[in-house]
């Protein structure tokens, strides 16, 4: 089942926005395998932004990361890489969809509040990243079979 890398950044932890983050993954219907609370070294955050580095904002963008927790997830179900990068909307808050993540709460691209895997393999280069694998939980809810 496809998997997908979602992290409240510390503007999300910051704004109490960490259950409302996880009430929408979850009443969707995707399945929590990965779950943490964690500073982030400057060194995952690097690396985790690795394809931003020549980009002016990656010293701020790595400096803001670092600056205060982060809660680090997984989610899997079908289609949920895709899916997640719609919960959670248009980088820059002002212009993205009312009804996402970023549409309801953001208003700064800087402090978008979260981040989602853009692709397939990237949600696997970052899983990797930032979980290992006995951090993830492989498990079937009960309610599947009402999705599927
Ligand atoms: P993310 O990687 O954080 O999920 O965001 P994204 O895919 O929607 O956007 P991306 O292009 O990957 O940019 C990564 C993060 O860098 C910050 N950013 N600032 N012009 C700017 O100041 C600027 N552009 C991007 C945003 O916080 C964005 O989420
Ligand atoms: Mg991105």
């Given at each position: 089942m496809e998997r997908t890398f979602v992290m409240v950044k510390p503007d999300g932890v910051q704004r109490n926005l960490v259950g409302e983050v996880i009430r929408r993954f979850e009443s969707k219907g995707f399945t929590l395998v990965g779950l943490k609370l964690m500073s982030v070294s400057r060194e995952l955050a690097e690396q985790h932004y690795d394809v931003h580095?020549?980009?002016?904002?990656f010293a701020g963008l790595v400096e803001f990361i670092t600056s205060s927790p982060v809660v680090a997830t997984v989610w899997e179900g079908e289609g949920v890489v895709a899916s997640a990068r719609k919960i959670i909307g248009a980088t820059n808050p002002l212009t993205?969809?009312?009804?996402?993540i970023r549409g309801d709460y953001g208003v700064s691209i800087g402090r978008n509040l979260i981040h989602g895997s853009d692709a397939i393999e990237t949600a696997q280069r970052e899983i990797s990243l930032w979980f290992k694998d006995e951090e993830l939980v492989s498990w079937k809810p009960s309610l599947t079979s009402w999705l599927y």
């Open positions: 580095r020549e980009r002016p904002f993205a969809e009312l009804g996402t």
